[in-house]
């Protein structure tokens, strides 16, 4: 045995404190008074997870909001500002921003990245050129997976496949698309769909961006899905479309996912930021609700999407703030949602992303993160901070407790 830590409380089991044992980077034991020779951390009863998953993160077009101007703060002014502000990208500079986000991620206990990186005949590779060293060399403290995708079209935007091909290559990654920002959404889905079966990948799409819900792509997805037999290989994100949905529809459409088996990841900083920007007065969330989409069987993640650009102007990098964020404007009050939306960014986001190994069982990887909080519970709506994160067994985070200093 490597590590043992002490009086650890497990997700689940408010009740009782147990000892995890670590060996060579896999869990090794669970169970009350561990010993063996190891180095000791006591946990003192605090709440010990499997780590955070981001499933959508752009690390490739982070903290560039100095470069930009965001004055009417909707989907399209972002989508040109960032277009701009590429064009002076390098990958040195994409690298050093990627960099600064990545750490940020790993600090608040993130342990698994699915990174959504664009490639197109504007940008080039350079984008991949700057994040893909970032996978060998934060290997330490993070799994981070490349998903390839078209942001500014692709049947529209000549020469995009081909440097998708070429970037997929390199990755080893999944391809994602991006539908809403193509001259035929329908035809770019198709492509993706040809592309994934021949090369054999799993497919992560932004989709439904708006809140007019007609004319839902997700249609159109699952029926691609079902038609292949890509059921758990399919995700998509934003689906902010669904939010518009009155409950019956709503329901019918989430029975649809469900037999389709696509997952669906709600990102609610962005959604919130760039929605409902026509409306000066009662202005809707635009954030779908995630937790209602898991009563009809439908899997789903909470994450990040952007971090400090004109798409998303805020950013810590925390999953824990966004599974908080995410409870505030959904109204989720009962214990078994806030429940759930932890599970939402640590074991659902893990099943999203079709990890192996993932979760606080014995033969896992050692992936944990240690919480100032004894329950899941209190993790969500308390926003415990993370004294501790170990990958494969390794400690790759220590904060200290903040203290009052009393007179
Ligand atoms: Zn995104």
Redesign the pocket.
Known sequence: MDLILRNARLPGQPDRTVDIGIAKGKIAAIKQNLSADAEIIDLGGRLASAGFVET?L?LDKSCILDRCSASRGDLDEAISEVAKAKKSFTPEDVYNRAKRTLERCILNGTTHIRT?LEVDPGIGLKGLEGVLPLVKEYAWAVDLEVCVFPQEGMLNNPGTEELMLEALRRSGGLIGACPYTDSDPHGQIDRIYALAREHDLDIDM?LDFTLDPADMDLLHVCKRTDEFKYGGRVAI?HVTKLSALPSEKFSATAKRLQSAGVALTV?PSTDIYLMGRAHDHHVPRGVTAAHKLLHHGVNCSLAT??VLNPFTPFGDCSLLRMANLYANIAQVGTADDIAECFQMVTSRAAKLMNLSGYGLKVGNNADIVVLDCETIHAAVRELAPVLYAFKRGRKTVTREPARLHRP
Do not use: Y
Request: proline share 0%.
């Open positions: 959508h752009h959504q932004h994100g990102l999407n952007n």
